[in-house]
């Protein structure tokens, strides 16, 4: 059993850092900033497999790029993807800082990390301006739009803008600026209208990460586990939230999804929307009937907040999984998580697209296509509460275990 986990690992290791590995000795024939960078292997003739480039480099007047940053607000998912990406930076050579004096695990402030980086990182090759760097739920639409207009139209000091979630992602892609924009964290981005296809952008300013069946095999492993009949989902934007894919796997597999629409910016104040919130949970244990509830993204941001709320459901005996959001089983939020996306895997994958457009190619020829393994976190302290005994099996094919005892 110790031996297939850490085949596992390693497969998954190899899977995230192959691009790494490849580009080891490579000629990095780096041409205009109007074409795309292909590395290729040695010994690999016409036609062979190519990779992209990202190794550092200056830009054609020996100046620093600079990387905008765009996302909704504090939120740990999204610092833990960001903090791997960064991460990954250093390690190909772009920035380097002794440690980052944060915790991908329990943090949360993304733009405090991009702020102390703009302090502390050091590099030849990247700077980082903390007037480029914004939260949509602190800035306003108008606000944001004129900040880059001026870094981009007027000082011209911005070679890409990296977005994080959906709805920056929109935004962004609303401004119409002639700079490339990178979208991470994207639920469906082909659902969303963001990019056409997995293989095809549509627009060659445009890339965005894409894992179209991580939320079908999410609900798919929970099912297979569980064998619910009937699991409970609050969501606000169905596509943001995966509904699409999730009904998929419910029709294949003859179970029920009791769902609620809740869209928080209809209510005046966080108070108000909680409140709503606990009524339908109510309603989903007394009459409903739900089994299984999964916690979708957004819904409750605040970690302790969700502590709280799912505590009706395990004196149920309901199990809670979550969507995205590794802190909520770690916290005793969520009994199990299977992550959609293994921040570990994709950093690297991002910052080598980050790279690779610096270096010059068109974000609309990379690729966007990339399949994270499976990474489960399981809270034992959850399953005990609800009673629930995890197989041998299922333990071993956990990442992560939380317990206190």
Known sequence: MKIKKILKRALSLIAASVICIMASGCDNAIT????????????????GSVIRAYQPVKKADGSKFKLAYVDIDPYNETFRMLYYVIESLKADGWISYDSLPYDPET???????????????ESEYIEFDKSAFYYTTVSTEEEIHASLKQHIEVDKDIDAIL?????PSVMV???DFDVPVLMYAVSDPIGSGLIVSADDSGDDRYWAHVDSSAYSRQMQYYYDTFRFNNIGSVYGDEIVCALPDYRSVAEKNGFKITEYNLKKESFETEEAYYA???KIYEKMISEDKVDAYILNTNVITSVDTA?????????????????????????GAALLIVDPRDAVGTGPFVSNIIG?????????????EYISSPYLTMNLDVADQIEYKPSFEMLIACEKIISTQ
Not at 107 to 121: I, P, T, Y
Not at 308 to 331: I, N, T
Not at 356 to 368: C, I, M, T, W
């Open 107 to 121: 943090d949360a402030d993304s733009l405090e990390l991009m702020n102390w980086l703009a302090d502390n990182a």
């Open 173 to 175: 892609q609303k401004f």
């Open 32 to 47: 205009g900033r109007d074409t795309t960078v292909d590395v290729t292997q040695p010994g690999v003739e016409d036609g």
């Open 163 to 167: 977005t994080m979630g959906t709805s």
């Open 307 to 331: 502590v709280d709320m799912m505590q009706m459901f395990f004196e149920a005996g309901v199990p809670v999984f979550a969507q995205v959001g590794s802190a909520y089983v770690k916290s």
């Open 356 to 368: 690779s457009v610096f270096n010059g190619s068109l974000a609309g020829d990379l690729e966007q």
């Open 276 to 278: 709503e919130l606990k």
